[in-house]
């Protein structure tokens, strides 16, 4: 039995199909049994509470082989971060209460530093508090997610995708959930580890490049336009961030521009993507058609 959290996220769904496809039994820490509804119907264990929920956590991890853990996304936080903190904190106490033989837990790239990387800064935070934990523990730091960028099945029609990567040609670090889903998955059902591990998972990829793909499969010419600086704020409030907590998401995107989120820090263990952006997005595209 592994637990799962996040089961109804990109990532956490991911994981949960991948052990599912390797005939393993899944349990879910849900808030909405009705929004979890398909999992129950393949098997998938629910337990009702959530992750500001120590007792149901503590509950959820009774008898498995490995847990999953990640943090819920946050994209206006609070200045200090209470809101991945309080989620932290209780991960540690059930964590230590009831010690699963091993955990894996979602990180980003970027979360070796500990300020100057906006949101990221919860993923550090995670890292942080989880390293005292008594079981091994691996942190998986994924790259920008692939799926960030399917605003652009809509967007891009006229040709053009509005992205912060500056200059566009550039590549840093990006990956698709299901690689994310299938490595978690890997890490818990294969060999057993002691200590912490950290792994680097997606592949170097530019905006260029992300574009082009979406033009593949739009059948447009599709290029990435770097939306200027000054402009970032009021793009921001355009993707539901309110106004005056863009500040986090802005540093973060300054932080990737400036090469603080490529691979290859020293100590850190690398996999590549095998999902293309390509393929995230005919995806999606075919989702649409169904």
Do not use: C
């Not at 521009?257 to 993507?273: K, R, S």
Request: hydrophobic share 45%.
């Amino acid at each position: 039995m592994y637990l799962v959290t996040g089961i109804t996220g990109n990532v956490g769904s991911a994981t949960a199909r991948h052990l599912l496809k390797q005939g393993k039994q899944v349990r879910a820490l849900v808030r909405d049994r009705e929004k979890a509804a398909k999992w129950a119907d393949q098997g998938v264990e629910l337990v009702d509470g959530d992750w500001n929920d120590t007792t149901a956590l503590a509950v959820a991890l009774k008898g498995v082989e490995g847990a999953f853990v990640m943090l819920p996304a946050v994209w206006a936080p609070s200045p200090d971060y209470r809101e991945a903190k309080s989620v932290i904190a209780n991960y540690v106490e059930a964590l230590t209460k009831v010690v699963p033989p091993r955990v894996v837990a979602l990180s980003s790239m970027g979360a070796n530093r500990t300020s100057g990387v906006g949101n990221v800064t919860a993923l550090s935070l995670l890292e942080q508090g989880s390293r005292s934990l008594p079981s091994p523990v691996a942190f998986v730091r994924a790259g920008a997610f692939f799926e960030n960028f399917l605003f652009g099945l809509q967007a891009a029609q006229g040709g053009t995708l509005p992205v912060f990567y500056n200059p566009t040609n550039r590549k840093s670090t990006m990956v698709a959930s299901d690689d994310i889903g299938a490595e978690v998955a890997t890490l818990l059902t294969g060999p057993a580890w002691s200590g912490h591990r950290v792994i680097e998972l997606g592949s170097m990829v530019s905006a260029d490049e992300v574009a082009a793909q979406l033009g593949e499969v739009l059948s447009l010419d599709v290029k990435a336009f770097a939306v200027p600086r000054a402009g970032w704020a009021e793009a921001f409030q355009q993707f539901g961030i309110p106004k005056g907590h863009t500040g986090p998401a802005e540093e973060m995107f300054e932080s990737v521009n400036a090469g603080w989120m490529d691979l290859g820090i020293t100590g850190t263990e690398h996999v590549a993507g095998t999902t293309s952006a390509r393929d995230v997005f005919a995806a999606a595209q075919n989702v649409v058609k169904a």
